[in-house]
């Protein structure tokens, strides 16, 4: 049946089994040899080791930066050829990366002739070690290409290097790229804060810049769609693509989609500054996978999903509506024996050369960084500045080399911060430079990859002092090229680098200025032994934690995160079919409607703990205002009973449904009543409600301790509701609150501690919807006088898992029946085969009246027929013959709302939904 749970079949291996084996494969596939005849033949049968044979094939000598982007097999395309082996030919799963910037920046040479040049950044630099994988590189090329001509002849430059471009015009990358991107999401992710400016100005900047932020991701999207084969996988890359993920999905709800963040994700209370906040984050979760560097900023960002969207947050990730969104966090590498082998070419033992005569006799610190404001250039040179200045020993024996990598220099932020950084160091220079020699070499440009390598090579102390920076390879490359000097790294704790290199590196707080100078200091006086141990601690690190690990390690997860998403959607039941359900009504003879209440006939809530203002009047449950109308009709219909069957009081259901012709059953149908008539009680007799007093202590003490929580007490059960309040801080409380029950006043009691997602509610044994439809159900049938059996039934709420029992009551038995009449309920509908166990009539209790333990008038109100009404398999008829359920499983529906995991044969996705369905109801009612 849809929606029946079964724990997890044995054969179906766990996750992390799945992970840990394919941990294995990749490993073996890089230690297998290609001649071993036996490993190939096992992995032949499912090719597992294709991906090996095609790097070794095609990579053996490892590759050289130029020859890799400039030679004729294309950047990525050396690795994308199948490859034949005993007659197979195996072929690697496609990867499309796709991020701002392509790896090679685009110069145009004529009208339709253009030069590639590598782009400089962590990005480009990590992906490049990525083998395993069919890659296509899908971004902007940094240039504006308004003519048709110049677009396709880049297009197809580009194709040779397996890339493929997207065309933004100026207009957009002024928005998109400088506006958006690089004024907003940047500094602000970098803890930055928002631009300043008059207030008016940027409110209107950043609501054309967010719209040029959207438009641009379309675009991206437009071309992914466009070369996307089915199975491939998408690697969206960045803060410039958050909203990548959903247009993907919303193209194609089949895409694999993972996006990975390479900046730090901030603290939820800084991201809750933007005002596009919610968009972007849902924009994000529409992937399947989300990455980050540090667990921190995994941690950050699922705390934003569930405090400002009100997600709800999961070791595993994000979690809406059953949908999961993974969240993980996989700390970048470098291709460290590209570092490695580079040491040994001619071209970059030459630099080594000159650079070691031209510093001959000094100690050199080394600084390799974007011009950018986060890389803490400014403080780095003062803190310099200080060294020499308390060192005085030391100001001819040491020299600072600055590479400070000119970027987004059309923004005014990075400007203003290249003539900052040169007013400092001219100033330094002027005080401590001589007139042969200055302590700061200041280089406002990049360098190639081979005089980098060199320069880390000859490096005493390297000096990373980023205010934030979400990974910092420049700290990874420096470490890989050191093998024999063994330097030392200082190193910015803000740095996610920071959580890998900590323990080798000087940790230091860059806007510590007196710290900083002081490491220097210490730094430059090492001993060799620690040097030398330090290095090899991040020397460990940094060999064995590279770029292709990483890109796997994202890859095979997201694959995996797929196979589970499917795994869990098999279990999720199948959405309500509403003309089927309509059509099964119109054709029913006398039906019986049981609507829960909150979250089914009332207005769905946004975001909850985070909708100020209007929370007061949310507390109170309210109809929808558009069920109003089908609820009439439908209650009006002589074929129909509705049944409102709610967790509710009395006053609630009063208030919302005192008007129409219906049943209510409030408190879990502790109390029933036709809307005509009055309230009575249908608890069991002898219902024990000790516990009361001490519970409610407990739920006092909480909800005094927890902010914007409230409690309800109710005739048969106490709830503890933390809708309202900071969801993590509700959670901890439950948690605290949870454990103090069991421990304490419910130990040995009997009761049901019902846990809802912001809701704790300890019942009496055996309260529930399902037994308390048992009890009123006969009740219903004799008042109303029905005389033809119930052929239809409709359950339909937001129903916790103890209260789904009203789904299985109904449920028509499955084996040992034929197809057709699944199950027939029968009992005495007359009048007199219903009897009150204590008192002859049913008690009366005042509508909306709190309720009180223990009255005199509580009665309870059995079936007599009560056994034969459960009896399985058999149709049971009683006194005139009269069976009051004939229900065939095609006229069953029940349907869970909002819940994915629900033992109901169907789902709606909101009470949204349920309004579209009974107005369609009543449609057919009125018909
Ligand atoms: O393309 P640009 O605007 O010129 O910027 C260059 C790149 O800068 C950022 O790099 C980040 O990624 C690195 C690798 O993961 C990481 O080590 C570093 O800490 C980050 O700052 C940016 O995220 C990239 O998208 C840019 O391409
Ligand atoms: O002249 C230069 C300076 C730096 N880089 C590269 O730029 C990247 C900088 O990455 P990092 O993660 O340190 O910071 P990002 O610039 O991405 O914020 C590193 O791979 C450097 O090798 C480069 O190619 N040429």
Redo the contacts with the bound molecule.
Sequence with gaps: MPGNKSSGSPAIPTRLERLLRQRELRKFNRNFQPNDEAAAATSDSNGDNAEFLENELNLGEGYNLDDDFFGGDGLFSSVNEGCEKQGKRFSKQRLLVV???LPVSAVRMGDDSWSLEI????????LLGVKEFETRWIGWAGVNVPDEVGQKALTNALAVKSCIPVFLDKEIVHEY?NGY??NILWPLFHYLGLPQEDRLATTLTFQSQFDAYKRANQMFADVVNEHYEEGDIVWC????LMFLPKFLKEFNSRMKVGWF???PFPSSEIHRTLPSRSELLKAVLAADLVGF?TYDYARHFVSACTRILGFEGTPEGVEDQGKLTRVAAFP?GIDSDRFIRALELQQVQEHIKELKKRFAGKKIMLGVD?L?M?KGIPQKILAFEKFLEENSSWRDQVVLLQIAVP??TDVPEYQKLTSQVHEIVGRINGRFGTLTAVPIHHLDRSLDFHALCALYAITDVALVT?LR?????VSYEFVACQGSKKGVLILSEF???AQSLGAGAILVNPWNITEVASSISYALNMPADEREKRHQHNFMHVTTHKSQDWAEMFVSELNDTIIENQLRKKQVPPQFPIKVAVERYHQSRNRLLILGFNATLTEPVDTPGRRGGDQIKEMELKLHPDLKEPLAILSNDRKTTIVILSGSYRSALDDNFGEYNMWLAAENGMFLRVTKGEWMTTMPEHLNMDWVDSVKHVFEYFTERTPRSHFELRETSLVWNYKYADVEFGRLQARDLLQHLWTGPISNTSVDVVQGSRSVEVRSSGITKGAAIDRILGEIVHSKHMVRPIDYVLCIGHFTGKDEDVYTFFEPELPAEPPSTLRSKSFNATRTSVHRQSTPKLARSKSGSKASYGRAERTSLTLENRTSYHSRGKKTVLNEGLSVLDLKKENYFSCAVGRTCSNARYLLNSSDDVVIFLKELAASSSS
């Design positions: 991020a701002n910037r782009s400089a950044g962590g990005l480009v630099s990590a790229y991107c690089n890359h960045d803060y410039h963040l390479h900046t560097h970048i974007r950018d986060i970027t987004r980023s920076d979400g990974m910092n390879l740095a996610g680098a």
